[in-house]
């Protein structure tokens, strides 16, 4: 009887271990965030942003929608002030606090302000 009680408690350790071991992988990470930030900008456009990170903080990106419906990826990027989040090809989101402003590359390849005077007007 006491055998098979101390076969009976050494697999309980044993599954209890197993699943915690197996709840808690080393290295597993998770997406967080997503809420939907709408900005009306200076011209009356709506830009719609979705800011994630994952769950251990390496990497910050926003999902951008803009006016004309076209959606963007872009990882958030070294910034003396502020937020930026870029692809370093086309686009650039700048945000502080409840302020943004979008830019694109013109046909000479050089930086221009698309979207300005970007102000937060709802948080879903």
């Known amino acids: ?32 965030g997503g809420e939907p930030i709408t900005y009306r900008c200076e011209g009356g456009e709506q830009i719609v942003a979705r800011y994630y990170s994952l769950s251990d903080k390496s990497l910050h990106f926003v999902k951008v929608t803009m006016p004309d419906g076209q959606e963007l990826t872009l990882p958030n990027v070294m910034s003396a002030s502020g937020a930026r989040y870029t692809d370093d090809r ?35």
């Open 90 to 124: 086309l686009w650039v989101w700048w945000t502080k606090g409840e302020s943004g402003f979008a830019e694109t590359r013109d046909e000479n390849g050089e930086w221009r302000v698309k979207y300005q005077n970007c102000r937060q007007v709802s948080t879903k």
């Open 1 to 32: 009887m006491r055998r098979a009680y101390v076969i009976l408690l050494c697999a309980l350790a044993a599954l209890f271990c197993l699943s915690n071991c197996r709840s808690a992988k080393q290295g597993e990470l998770k997406v967080e």
